[in-house]
């Protein structure tokens, strides 16, 4: 069964530094979504990409955040100059359909800032 | 706003026992909802989600959820619970008011089954 896969499992970084996340959704999926939860709370959405550029995106996601889908097949989250507070688990998602078709979520990427 | 709330943090069940995760949720129209699993350091997984028909929606490892309308509820149960079973569920419903289809979770209810 087709999975979303995530590299790295757990990135350590120093505040301040760049940092790179990457994901390869499901193949014929269309949507791409990234999502994060901070230790101990609930899954909050980041930003959503379509067509080669972002849908939606939250408020958490300034302008120290981007995506790209450099290729046909990986979907990147880069965080410019990581602050502690970015520490979180972020979780990659893909859909085939926008509207009634189920997200299916990678098994995510531990970032922890010192 | 589109909201759901889980107002459990934690259930705990006897395995063997039926279990039931409650989730309650507030939309502007028909909802969208979903019921993700996550183990232990890992990603989540999709259980079931409804989005329209019947009221009652089976999905993964023997769980069902029903759709109440009337009490806007949308409870994950199993009839017989398994140690294995032990993990966080969250309750999800898709933002109909946003641009895409992103979604929305509660704060999820750790599910604790005791041998």
């Known amino acids: 069964e087709p999975e979303v896969t995530q590299t790295p499992s757990h990135q350590v970084t120093q505040m301040g530094q760049e940092v790179i996340l990457r994901c390869v959704p499901i193949s014929n999926h269309l949507y791409f979504y990234w999502y994060r939860q901070i230790l101990g709370q609930k899954v909050e959405f980041l930003v959503s990409f379509y067509n080669n550029e972002i849908s939606e995106k939250s408020e958490i996601f300034d302008d120290q955040f981007s995506v790209e889908r450099p290729d046909g097949s990986n979907f990147t989250l880069k965080i410019r100059s990581t602050k502690l507070e970015d520490s979180a688990m972020y979780f990659c998602?893909?859909?085939?359909?926008?509207?009634?078709?189920?997200?299916?979520f990678g098994p995510g990427t531990r970032l922890t800032v010192l | 706003a589109q909201s759901v709330a889980q107002p459990e943090d934690q259930v705990n069940v006897a395995e063997g026992n039926p279990l039931t995760v409650k989730c309650t949720y507030s939309?502007?129209?028909?909802?969208?909802l979903f019921w993700y699993v996550q183990y232990p350091n890992r990603g989540l997984q999709f259980l079931l989600k409804y989005i329209t028909g019947d009221n009652l929606v089976k999905g993964s490892y023997g769980f069902e959820a029903e759709f109440n309308k009337s009490q806007t509820s949308f409870h994950l149960k199993k009839p017989s619970a398994l140690v294995s079973d032990s993990a966080l569920y969250f309750c999800a419903v898709r933002d109909m008011g946003g641009a895409t289809n992103k979604l929305i979770f509660g704060t999820g209810t750790l599910l604790a089954v005791q041998p």
């Open positions: 998602a893909s859909t085939r359909d926008s509207f009634t078709d189920t997200q299916y």
């Open positions: 939309v502007s129209g028909n909802p969208y």
